[in-house]
């Protein structure tokens, strides 16, 4: 609990600004209205396959097979995995870093062969961001950037780094919404003022918020109230103390990327794979459903996803 303490007060002396709930504005755009949940006639639209690559750690950087999966269930078969630079615990600039005879990612992106580049970074935004859609936008003037605000590593913002008390994956089980907050809070502020700035140097849109931190909050929101099908206990979604995602969550932010780089609805798309083969009788069409609508509900409410 001590930690815990810290990580909430560490949270407080980051939050500048409102009491709106994170990630959301005064005024989100509404989700669609027809009874369709497909119907994506307020967003624009991508129907062609991308060439997506991606650089990120153990916290995203298996997505780009499930990204692939639900592009071909979509009916998108000419989506490419452009490639993929995985750094255990990294931020975006230590994938910048990366020797250029061995970066995979500037060279892709040097030779246009690049059309959607996906980032994220534990500890908040770093200039390796600036870099890359900077290299990328010089190559590609269609390029987009997609940066994962992702749930946060034992719920705390800014990490811990140093000593910590004693703790374990039961230790999610404790959260409460309200004390979620405040962490994510200041984290989404420092995301989301990084990426306007960008966006204004660059002189228009380039890089995009993947709000998987607000969906993962909804979904936790419904275990708490015990309306979440097939998961009763926050820690259900974590495989360790420090936040690694179990199945359920990984599969949640495939499906918020999804939303993200094709501007549609995961809503009515088939049992990814990875979930069918874990054979939990609990985790059905019904939870399935579930992390659909819940991905759906936070891109579309988030003013920075392009959707």
């Not at 010089?138 to 034992?154: I, Y």
């Not at 949640?252 to 069918?276: D, E, K």
């Amino acid at each position: 609990m001590l930690e815990m303490k810290s990580c909430l007060l560490a949270g407080i002396s980051l939050l500048a600004a409102s009491l709106s709930l994170p990630g959301q504005t005064n005024n989100p755009a509404p989700l669609p209205t027809d009874s369709n949940p497909n119907d994506n006639m307020r967003t624009n639209l991508i129907t062609n396959g991308q060439r997506v690559f991606t650089c990120g750690h153990s916290f995203h950087s298996w997505v780009p097979p499930l990204l692939k999966e639900l592009a071909n269930a979509a009916g998108i078969t000419n989506h490419v995995v452009a490639g993929v630079s995985s750094i255990g615990g990294s931020s975006a600039l230590a994938h910048w870093k990366v020797a250029d005879d061995k970066n995979r990612a500037k060279a892709a992106l040097t030779a246009g062969k690049v059309d959607v580049l996906t980032l994220s970074c534990f500890s908040g935004p770093d200039e390796g961001i600036r870099n890359f859609a900077k290299l990328a936008v010089e190559h590609n003037p269609n390029v987009r950037v997609t940066l994962q605000e992702l749930w946060l590593p034992e719920d705390c913002f800014p990490f811990i780094t140093g000593p910590r008390a004693p703790h374990t994956v039961n230790d999610f089980n404790g959260a409460t919404l309200a004390g979620l907050e405040i962490p994510h809070a200041a984290y989404f502020k420092a995301m989301e003022d990084y990426v306007r700035a960008l966006n204004a140097e660059l002189g228009k849109p380039v890089v995009f918020i993947v709000p998987d931190a607000q969906a993962t909050l909804a979904l936790r929101e419904r275990i708490i109230a015990g309306t979440a099908p097939g998961l009763k206990k926050q820690s259900e979604l974590f495989a360790d103390s420090w936040g690694h995602p179990t199945v359920p969550l990984k599969v949640l932010s495939a499906y918020c990327h999804f939303a993200v780089i094709y501007r549609r609805s995961p809503v009515g798309l088939p049992m990814p794979r990875i979930l069918m083969d874990v054979k939990n009788p609990q985790w059905d069409d019904k939870l399935n459903r579930l992390l659909q609508e819940l991905a759906w509900e936070a891109v579309t409410h988030h003013p920075l996803s392009g959707v």
